[in-house]
């Protein structure tokens, strides 16, 4: 499972990676801070099935907290996307190319509408992240179109020897990491499985493009930067534009924090968590930010990193985990207990 950050310039996307894989990057508010893409683990939340054997399990990888077992998925942040990123302007080129065997993105958008268009700092509020979602999907679209159209008398030409449109734009995209039943679905939805290819319209084509890279590219929304001003607003606004997208308020922020105590003892914190508890003496300056961090998490729920992984791996391509072992065997030969967990 590969899952990409995607979105503009300075909306919080090396931020969202490091929240989510614990890896420092380079993050600041001037555009195109990422320009090689950032490839690291980050780890869904299942279920682990120790608890009904009443053991504890020894992850080979990941790990397991109360029973709560937090296998790995890989995670790639790539460069932010400006308008006309399919025509090469900014690092268009590279950014989608390095999206090219993602199975699902998240799209970062910044929530609080503090920076344009092209990533630049203006007044918070001053600009509408519903645009940004709706940029993201045109120049998604149009890269789709582009591979498509640049072709397309070379296909016409393969349809003329009896090949059918499903073989024939299963290997036109295969590269992009379309599978052939997202072909089919895409072709069926359109009524284009059998029409000839000398006969679409533009229109068609670009239809056909639209749906495949909707079922082949799922895109989810992290709202970021949940709890600056103006972002609760604009999630509301995103919600009633997008009514069937996936949109869930985040603060990549305040999840790193939040790691970080942890990892210093400061607090208990589970990933995913409404809440955490503190377990170290904590200075005044401190427990000012924790009380800080407290109230996003109860506000929204949580941080909403965990949340989006989750359902990425989970509610959107549809994985599901497997322990290998059997009821009456659950140690390897290191008597290691239920190490594997396999997403399939």
Same mark, same amino acid.
């Given at each position: ?18 929240? $989510?894989?614990?890896?420092?990057? @380079?993050?600041?508010?001037?555009? #195109? %801070?990422?320009?090689?893409?950032? !490839?690291? /683990? ?118 003329? $020897?009896?090949?059918?449109?499903? @073989?024939?734009?299963?290997?036109? #995209? %295969?590269?992009?990491?379309?599978? !052939?039943? /997202? ?130 791996? #989970? ?30």
């Amino acid at each position: 499972m590969l899952v990409g950050l995607v979105g503009k310039p300075s909306s919080g996307k090396s931020t969202f990676f490091q929240a $989510l894989t614990s890896i420092p990057v @380079e993050r600041s508010a001037r555009p #195109f %801070t990422t320009i090689k893409p950032n !490839r690291g /683990v980050a780890y869904v939340e299942i279920e682990c099935v120790d608890k009904e054997f009443n053991v504890q399990c020894n992850p080979r990888s990941g790990y397991c907290v109360e029973h709560r077992r937090f296998a790995p998925v890989e995670v790639l942040d790539v460069a932010g996307l400006v308008p006309g990123a399919h025509e090469g302007k900014g690092l268009g080129n590279k950014f989608l190319d390095d999206l090219r065997q993602a199975d699902l993105l998240i799209h970062i958008v910044d929530a609080s509408g503090s920076t344009n268009a092209n990533g630049e700092a203006v007044e918070t509020g001053s600009h509408d992240p519903v645009e940004d979602v709706r940029f993201l999907e045109e120049e998604l679209n149009q890269w789709c179109f582009g591979i498509l159209d640049s072709n397309w008398n070379k296909l016409v030409r393969e349809a003329n $020897l009896n090949k059918k449109n499903e @073989e024939i734009m299963f290997i036109q #995209f %295969t590269g992009l990491g379309m599978k !052939r039943d /997202v072909v089919q679905k895409a072709l069926s939805a359109l009524n284009l499985f059998d029409k000839q290819l000398n006969q679409w319209t533009n229109d068609e084509k670009k239809g056909f493009c639209r749906k495949l890279r909707e079922l082949g590219k799922p895109i989810i929304i992290a709202a970021n930067k949940c709890d600056l001003n103006a972002a609760e607003k604009n999630i509301t606004r995103l919600k009633e534009a997008f009514p069937t997208y996936l949109i869930v308020p985040c603060s990549a922020e305040a999840e790193i924090t939040l790691k970080s105590a942890a990892k210093n003892g400061f607090i208990k914190y589970i990933p995913g968590d409404a809440s955490f508890e503190i377990i170290k003496e904590l200075n005044d300056g401190q427990k000012k930010a924790m009380t800080l961090l407290q109230g996003v998490l109860q506000k929204f729920n949580g941080s909403g990193v965990q949340k989006l992984l989750n359902a990425a791996g #989970f509610d959107f391509l549809r994985y599901i985990a497997i322990f290998p072992g059997g009821v009456n065997k659950l140690a390897d030969s290191q008597g290691n207990i239920l190490p594997d967990v396999f997403l399939l």
